[in-house]
């Protein structure tokens, strides 16, 4: 019986930590929001810009598409960059955050800056944590 409440215990840790993750995520896009400079992407610029594909309608479907250049991107404007991707990679993995992965809807062909895409990722969560 003891081993039952503690497994019990272990598991509302476990899944209370996760949905403050989306907190923590929502935070640091915030956070990474506030830094980062906003600029025009253009073929010309599209390296310098740090363009990537954004998603529709607030889900994350590039994310998963487009896994390895949102890494490189994000790894590029430093520290917060590969944490903001990591807790991405968590919640991905996490089922109750599933369904922002894996939308109907194609990824946008269009690139979009970093603002732009950061500020969709922010959306995504603020539409799971209101659910």
Known sequence: MLLYILFSCLLLVVQARTI??????IDLTNELLVKLEDCECTETN???CLCLPIPN???LT????????IEEKLSTIGSDGRRLYRYLQQLRNWKLC?????CNETCDASPGNMMTFLTTVRAALQKLQHQ
């Open 98 to 102: 599933a369904p922002l992965f894996n």
């Open 20 to 25: 403050c993750r989306v907190r923590e995520t």
């Open 57 to 59: 309608n607030a889900c």
């Open 62 to 69: 590039c994310f998963e598409t487009h896994n390895e250049e």
């Open 46 to 48: 599209h390296n310098s």
